[in-house]
């Protein structure tokens, strides 16, 4: 629907919407919830990712729950999606290490892939290895030195028997990825090239950058990050750290949280509402009702995740519209994470997320980098839609040659806070301009200040 809205668009406005034109919207299925797919807008994700097989270290691969994947991939391209199978994922990568450092388990998996795809007609694989050369969940197995290069060779002969085996591009290969390219050594990949050529497109985890696991309260999703405060990593610092690097900004799908981390604070964080960093206890809050203390069994422990799908937030009545919280939770916003929070003040409990306001923001600002498009972890978590429905502002931004009503507006062409470039709207067309070396262009109400970059190269 999207795809056909903003071509209609493109044509009626005689001009080329290349980024806008089909953005690729992956959405994460997870096998162990039921009724996944209840409500939710399924014919405006182009690629349903089926979560998660996990490789075990002989190259076999085993489904933790009981999943009928034909049912499950008929449903999905009941929809127009394509339907991929997603290997791994935080518990299940414990073995991806054994796997390619072992010819005979490398062989064996490719086997096992190749027929998985061609008993359930799947159109591709994603490898979601957490991570390579760096570690993940404690039961992973780890080779700082060569899991990445290992794994390079291992994309290689899986794309070569996709190729041979179904024809050359026929089935998807893609992977999900951290903030970061993969490392060696203790040090990330300063040319990733190599595994682009290999792979469809990749979907980067922007997400799970703070929590419980902190001294501190921070965004579970930060656009940008808060100079000096929690982890300086963002939206922004993940996609440039991907394209530097030289992966391709069309191959790259920025990730989306439709949901959030709860934690319990040791002060009362309205006493300081423009504060989003607060000292915080490490014992994780139950966060909404569905999540009930699991064995893990990696951990050998039972614990509750202290997460709030952003449907729980809807549905349990804390939120009472996207942007109204019912008291006594208090919402905030977040202007430099460009996130919002939750405080409640009777039990100190802080849950960071994203709603419709925050998605909005990094859908665009994806657009204006040029990727590919989006991936949301996870779609069953919306409410009604409202999250997915945000995702259809891709490439409406104000970009240079586009239509433009109000002469003489001012805006930034992207919100990051580093780059020169601004737009002004001149005869019906944004025109692109920039602001004086070494300044950047900063948002101000609805016009562009030019003054010092936001942080320090
Ligand atoms: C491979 O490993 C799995 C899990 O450890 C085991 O159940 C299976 O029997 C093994 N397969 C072979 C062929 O050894
Ligand atoms: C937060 O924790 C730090 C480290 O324990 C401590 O030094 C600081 O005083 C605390 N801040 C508040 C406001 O309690
Ligand atoms: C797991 O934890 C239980 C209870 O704390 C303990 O008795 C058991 O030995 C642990 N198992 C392993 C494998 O560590």
């Not at 014992?283 to 909404?288: A, E, N, R, W």
Request: charged residues 20%.
């Amino acid at each position: 629907m999207l795809k056909k809205l903003l071509t209609a668009a493109g044509l009626v406005l005689g001009m080329s919407l290349q980024a806008a034109a089909d953005p690729t919207v992956v959405g994460y299925y997870a096998t162990w919830k039921k009724d996944q797919t209840a409500g939710v807008d399924l014919a405006k994700y182009t690629h349903v990712n089926i979560a998660f097989g996990e490789p075990t270290a002989n190259g076999s691969v085993h489904f933790v729950d009981p999943v009928s994947l034909p049912d499950v991939v008929s449903e999905i391209h009941g929809s127009g999606a394509k339907a991929l199978l997603s290997l791994g994922g935080w518990a299940g990568s414990y073995a991806f290490s054994d796997v390619v450092k072992s010819p005979a388990a490398t062989t064996n998996l490719i086997t096992h892939i190749l027929d998985l795809i061609t008993k359930n007609e799947l159109d591709g694989i994603d490898l979601d290895w957490e991570y390579p050369g760096r570690a993940g969940d404690t039961c992973n197995s780890i080779d700082e030195a060569h899991d990445t290069p290992n794994y390079l060779e291992f994309l290689q002969k899986l794309r070569t028997q996709l190729d041979s085996t179904f024809g050359i591009g026929k089935k998807l290969l893609t992977m999900a990825v951290r903030t970061q390219p993969f490392d060696v050594d203790g040090a990330p990949l300063t040319d990733i090239s190599a595994f682009a050529k290999l792979v469809d497109f990749a979907n980067l985890m922007i997400y799970d950058i703070n929590g419980a696991w902190q001294a501190q309260t921070g965004p579970n999703a930060p656009f940008d990050y808060e100079e000096g405060k929690a982890e300086q990593v963002s939206f922004i610092t993940a996609i440039d750290a991907w394209t530097a690097a030289g992966w391709p900004a069309a191959k790259l799908n920025a990730g989306l949280a439709f949901y959030g981390r709860s934690t319990t604070t040791l002060v009362d964080m309205t006493l300081d509402p423009h504060n989003q960093y607060q000292n915080q206890s490490n014992v994780v809050p139950q966060g909404d009702e569905t999540d009930l203390p699991a064995f893990d069994a990696c951990a050998n422990a039972t614990a509750v995740s202290g997460t709030w799908m952003y449907k729980k937030l809807r549905e349990q009545g804390i939120l009472t519209t996207p942007t109204t919280a019912a008291s006594p939770w208090v919402r905030q916003w977040d202007s430099t994470t460009k996130t919002p929070w939750l405080f409640n003040p009777t039990t100190k409990q802080y849950i960071t997320y994203d709603d419709p306001e925050s998605i909005k923001i990094k859908v665009d600002y994806a657009a204006s980098r040029g990727l590919g498009g989006v991936m949301v972890w996870a779609l069953y978590m919306d409410y009604k839609n409202e999250l997915l429905h945000a995702l259809q502002t891709w490439g409406t931004a104000p970009a240079a040659g586009k239509a433009c009503q109000a002469e003489g507006q001012l805006a930034c062409n992207d919100l990051s806070g580093m780059s020169p470039d601004y737009l002004v709207c001149l005869y019906g067309k944004w025109l692109a301009l920039s602001c004086n070396p070494n300044t950047a262009c900063l948002p101000n109400q609805d016009s562009i200040v030019c003054g010092w970059p936001k942080h320090k190269k």
